[in-house]
T-cell receptor, first 113, second 113 residues
Framework: DTAVSQTPKYLVTQMGNDKSIKCEQN?????MYWYKQDSKKFLKIMFS???????INETVPNRFSPKSPDKAHLNLHINSLELGDSAVYFC????????????FGSGTRLTVV | QKEVEQNSGPLSVPEGAIASLNCTYS??????FFWYRQYSGKSPELIMSIYSNGDKEDGRFTAQLNKASQYVSLLIRDSQPSDSATYLCAVNAATGANSKLTFGKGITLSVRP
């Protein structure tokens, strides 16, 4: 059973398109996150949700809109895709307390052409 | 800006040697510290966590934390070619629902057979 699952694994799309990435966790965690990993492997937080409520929004362009229909799901919709959006996007979850690491999904490699 | 710095790599060690990975952080309020391993094309995987000053050992891995010096390290004893990966240091300064892992840029370890 996959703990944190993301779909799709790969996404190739043209500039200007709109796309969505879905994430689901079956760990019963309260908090979910979106991280972006650039070509140099730097992992940077984008958003966090705790029990469907947006907690962290790290100065991400408005073209990115997360949605959490319930605490097990966190989706990411991206409008008007740009070349610079090409990266690997990781979903993660945690119990929400400080002394726990995060469990990451397998990632979505987004390529904008 | 809360930062996590890792010593520049890549790091290459012969099989059987000790690999030493270092990390410093800027936020004195940081409370929990993690090491993740990421194989190429895969998601980050939690390998060690440490919360108190001193050493924590788990098999061939030892994490060391010195809060006064704002320094955390990972030692890998008897390095194996399968340890070849990128190692990410992560620090959590916030608590509860505001929990946010800040990552360093990672260091790539190569273990030569």
């Amino acid at each position: 059973d996959t703990a944190v699952s993301q779909t799709p694994k790969y996404l190739v799309t043209q500039m200007g398109n709109d796309k969505s990435i879905k994430c689901e966790q079956n760990l019963g965690h309260d908090t979910m996150y979106w991280y972006k990993q650039d070509s140099k492997k730097f992992l940077k937080i984008m958003f966090s949700y705790n029990n469907k409520e947006l907690i962290i929004n790290e100065t991400v362009p408005n073209r990115f809109s997360p949605k959490s229909p319930d605490k097990a799901h966190l989706n990411l919709h991206i409008n008007s895709l740009e070349l610079g959006d090409s990266a690997v996007y990781f979903c993660a979850s945690s119990p929400g307390e400080n002394h726990h690491g995060y469990t990451f999904g397998s990632g979505t490699r987004l390529t904008v052409v | 800006q809360k930062e996590v710095e890792q010593n520049s790599g890549p790091l290459s060690v012969p099989e059987g040697a000790i690999a030493s990975l270092n990390c410093t952080y800027s936020d004195r309020g940081s409370q929990s510290f993690f090491w993740y391993r990421q194989y190429s094309g895969k998601s980050p995987e939690l390998i060690m966590s440490i919360y108190s000053n001193g050493d924590k050992e788990d098999g061939r891995f030892t994490a060391q934390l010195n809060k006064a010096s704002q320094y955390v390290s990972l030692l890998i004893r008897d390095s194996q070619p399968s340890d070849s990966a990128t190692y990410l240091c992560a620090v959590n300064a916030a608590t509860g629902a505001n929990s946010k892992l800040t990552f360093g840029k990672g260091i790539t370890l190569s273990v030569r057979p």
